[in-house]
């Protein structure tokens, strides 16, 4: 079953900050973030594994709570360049293959 | 380093034609490769997943007959849409993995079908 991403939609101003959701119904030995432009392939942005992982990159940050099947991306101080549709795809034990989630639209605004 | 390839980049074709969709990975062995199909304002959706010298392992929904994967090599995974149907029109794209849990995606084919 397909991963819940929430919010669906998050309009920001440049410099905010924003949350994206991603909730799954089975176990999950990995997270996987990535963010698509409009007609673009998706760009990998970071993978989380179990153990309660928490990882950061300049601005944009992700947890992975594997007790509740959720992860979360964090994505302070927005810049122009972070609009885009994010995606989070999840694995599992047994398995390499990936179901990408429902996908959050973020727009950010001068 | 782990750059990945599709071609062509789009391609438009009569229907009950047939099109093939080539997905290289340019700078390591993919042992595994993905196929997906994202419509419009939609997530991507796992096609398939194919092994070098092994057949493909379908999702559940997605036709064999109609969707052929063929990985020939490491390096190499093609799919090829049989007698493709207006309905078959959409974003194409291919990930490579070398076994590290990350996925690579190629740049997508835009299939349109008229």
């Known amino acids: 079953q397909q991963p819940v991403q929430s919010p669906q939609a998050v309009i920001l101003r440049e410099g905010e900050d924003a949350v994206i959701n991603c909730s799954s119904s089975?176990?999950?030995?990995?997270v996987h973030w990535y963010r698509q432009k409009h007609g673009e392939a998706p760009v990998f942005l970071m993978i989380?594994?179990?153990?309660?992982e928490q990882k950061g990159h300049d601005k944009i940050s992700a947890s992975f709570n594997e007790k509740k099947q959720q992860s979360s991306l964090y994505l302070t101080a927005s810049q122009l360049s972070y609009s885009g549709t994010y995606f989070c795809g999840t694995g599992g034990v047994f398995t390499d293959k990936l179901i990408f989630g429902t996908g959050t639209r973020l727009q950010v605004f001068p | 380093g782990a750059v990945v390839s599709q071609h062509p980049s789009w391609v438009i074709c009569k229907s009950g034609t047939s099109v093939k969709i080539e997905c290289r990975s340019l700078d390591f062995q993919a042992t595994t490769m993905f196929w997906y199909r994202q419509f419009p304002k939609q997530s991507l959706m796992l096609m398939a997943t194919?092994?070098?010298?092994?057949?493909?392992?379908?999702e559940q929904g997605v036709e064999k007959d109609k969707f052929l994967i063929n990985h020939a090599s490491l390096t190499l995974s093609t799919l090829t849409v049989t007698s493709a149907h207006p309905e078959d029109s959409s974003f194409y794209i291919c990930?490579?993995?070398?076994?590290?849990?990350?996925?690579?995606f190629g740049p997508g084919t835009r299939l349109t079908v008229t």
């Open positions: 194919s092994n070098e010298g092994s057949k493909a392992t379908y």
């Open positions: 089975k176990a999950l030995y990995s």
């Open positions: 990930s490579a993995s070398d076994a590290t849990y990350e996925q690579y």
């Open positions: 989380l594994l179990k153990g309660g």
